[in-house]
């Protein structure tokens, strides 16, 4: 079953309160993508659940 939850843990290092405007505009860059979207390659087949295993959908 496909799910659109997903974590990440990131940091952005600040070294002096000088550098707080940079840094929001940094993480203001910040955005999220499926793996083959960011390659520009084909996404994987969709995966299926059966027998309480996952197997690849023919």
């Known amino acids: 079953m496909p799910t ?11 070294f002096s309160p000088d550098d707080l405007e940079k840094v929001k505009q940094i993480q203001a860059r910040y955005k999220a993508a499926v793996l083959s979207a960011y390659a520009g390659t084909p996404a994987p087949a969709a995966l299926r659940r059966s027998t309480g295993y996952l197997s690849r959908t023919s």
């Not at 659109?4 to 290092?13: C, D, E, K, P, S």
């Open 4 to 14: 659109t939850l997903a974590l990440g843990i990131i940091r952005t290092q600040l």
